[in-house]
């Protein structure tokens, strides 16, 4: 059948299973919006480029699918950049569709043009200029299976326009030929029987879990493996949800604003199994003193990340789902052999450590609200069963911190690159690859103005998204750093709380707009904004100015510098630095 490039592209896609894409049109990609209006593609038209790539994100991360974005030339596609380097930092299956200058006219400074490839060969695990319209149908196959498969993340397909003028010729499936991209088979058996053999014996052992354990849909073996073992559990920032907070085994988040028992968990463990994770900096902190005392089994899809902070002791390169599937297997042969492992004490310690130093902030009845108090309140309201998104700053770390978390994929977030702007797009992404479940996107005021024109998407879609703008009048985490490590030198963080007035913001933009500013009147306002079906519902929350995020970690420093933060008195301090139980 003889078609266009671009009915070439957009049949592709309908044969990838794609049900949504996420853009906005210009001349280079033209082409290929003709055939997008007679296909089954929805195409969700974003207000900013950067949008469709966050919304591509956030139905990613909700689905488990990949998520597809479409931006022209120039301009168009330099705007994606952002959310292609955050898709790569935190392993997000996105494939990237940028329209380009006709191929004649590549090299010439054109109108409109710009070497896409080359500028986001750092941040895309594979990109492509495409110069032959035969060759779109395994350009995009091939786009989909690298997005998708190993260690996920996104992929950029090129296209000039006159590549998506020109007639081809039409057949499904395409053959792909991707001779430099290895997939790792299964790991060694006896491997899994030396991670298996040091988990029984180890005295003091953690799992410290990471957005691995999210993105291959491993949960289920996580917690059948910590029930084994006897052995508590840390989620990362990017794992929040892959174990339930309220299980017994539960420690929390750890890292720069870690639970203390988490960290204190990971400095004084014997064994730490790391799962999907990768011994980042905001984990670790100063990494030649983390976790001193302790072996290490580190499992990742991703050879490179084997080592390349902490040398394990047992390396396993593997998808996660088979090896837990595996090395739970071999923990209950390990179990029925030699008896099951002697953990009480420790798993008495921590759970000391859990009461003694829990996450701690007064919100008092006439006082400032704390902004603490609304994500306890919300986590209440919903009974953790919502899809929660943030930002980046102060907002995503309370967030973090206290909403209670039941299960995966209901924690979205920007991590390894912090995009300030990632929520509200996220959350329209998130809303479609999941309707009919309630998406809240809690943002602060500096992020939400980044990206906040996506409610006018949001509105035209019917999409009812809830966000909850912690409204501070700050950059919040950039004064808190200014308070404690710049004598309180303010500099360029004061955003005001009169401008904009979020409330007719929202109205304007079809929204629900509600404010709230005083503890009491919490609970009213969130349940009224949570029965909103039709259009967002935008929450101006007015949250105390001064509150900072702890505990806290300086950077730099290492994890048993943890401080608790001002609720607790010196002497409770003390003891923690000494790990002690009060």
């Given amino acids: 059948m003889e078609v266009t490039g671009a009915q070439a592209l957009v049949r592709s896609l309908e044969s990838q299973g794609v049900d949504v894409v996420f853009g906005l049109p210009g001349g280079a990609i033209l082409p290929a919006y003709d055939p997008i209006r007679s296909s089954s593609l929805r195409h969700i038209l974003v207000r900013h480029e950067q949008g469709a790539g966050h919304a591509a994100e956030g139905y990613a991360w909700a689905t488990g699918r990949v998520g597809v974005c479409i931006a022209t030339s120039g301009p168009g596609a330099t705007n994606l950049v952002t959310a292609l380097a955050d898709a790569y930092m935190d392993s997000v299956p996105i494939v ?72 081809t010729t039409w057949s499904w499936p395409p053959s792909m030929d991707l001779p430099g991209y290895k997939i790792p088979g299964a790991p060694e058996g006896s491997l899994i029987e030396q991670a298996a053999r040091a988990l029984r014996e180890a005295r003091r052992p953690v799992l410290y879990v990471g957005g691995g354990v999210v993105k291959s849909d491993s949960a289920p073996a996580v917690r059948e493996l910590a029930e084994l073992a006897r052995t508590p559990v840390t989620t990362t920032l990017m794992a929040r949800g892959a174990f339930p907070d309220s299980h017994p085994l539960a420690l929390g988040m750890p890292g720069m604003h870690g639970a203390y028992a988490a960290v204190a968990a990971l400095q004084e463990c014997d064994l730490i199994v790391a799962l999907g994770a990768r011994f980042d900096d905001r984990v670790t902190g ?3 003193s983390f976790a001193p005392k302790a072996k290490v089994v580190h499992v990742d899809i991703d050879p490179a990340e084997i080592g390349k902070n902490r040398r394990p002791d047992v390396a396993i390169v593997g998808d996660l789902r088979t090896v837990l599937t595996d090395l739970v297997t071999a923990m209950r042969a390990e179990i029925d052999a030699n008896g099951a492992p002697d953990t009480a004490s420790w798993v008495t310690l921590t759970d000391g450590w859990k009461r003694s130093y829990p996450l701690r902030y007064s919100q008092e009845a006439g006082g400032p609200l704390k902004p603490q108090h609304v994500v306890e309140r919300l986590s209440a309201l919903t009974g953790g069963d919502a899809i929660v998104v943030a930002g980046v700053g102060q907002h995503q770390m309370h967030a973090a911190q206290h909403y209670r978390f039941t299960k995966p994929r209901s924690w979205i977030n920007s991590g390894g690159a912090g995009t300030m702007g990632f929520a509200v797009p996220a959350a329209m992404g998130a809303q479609i690859g ?23 998407t949001c509105a035209i879609e019917g999409l009812p998204i809830k966000v909850l703008i912690f409204n501070n009048g700050f950059l919040g985490m950039v004064r808190q750093w200014q308070e404690l490590f710049y004598e309180e030198r303010y500099s360029e963080v004061h955003l005001g709380t009169a401008i904009p007035d979020y409330v007719k913001l929202a109205e304007a933009y079809g929204c629900v707009g509600l404010r709230c500013d005083n503890a009491g009147d919490v609970d009213s306002v969130l349940e009224k904004a949570l029965s909103v079906s039709d259009v967002p519902a935008v929450v101006d929350f007015r949250t105390h100015d001064a ?36």
């Fill in 434 to 456: 999941r309707p009919g479940e309630l998406v809240v996107a809690i943002d602060g005021d500096g992020c939400f103005q980044m990206t906040g024109q996506e409610l006018a």
């Fill in 96 to 167: 990237a569709i940028t329209g380009q200058v006709p191929t004649a006219m590549i090299g010439t400074d054109a109108f409109q043009e710009s070497d896409i490839t080359g500028i986001t060969s750092p941040v895309t695990k594979h990109n492509e200029l495409v110069t032959d319209p035969a060759r779109i149908p395994a350009a995009i196959a091939e786009a989909f299976h690298i997005a998708s498969t190993g260690r996920p993340g996104p992929v950029l397909v090129d296209l000039p326009k006159d590549i998506l003028q020109a007639q």
């Fill in 547 to 582: 509150e900072g995020v702890f505990p806290m970690v300086p950077a730099g420093h290492a994890n048993d510098d943890i401080v608790l933060g001002p609720e607790f008195t010196a002497a409770e301090q003390q003891a923690a630095t000494r790990k002690e139980v009060i």
């Fill in 286 to 288: 100063q990494l030649a």
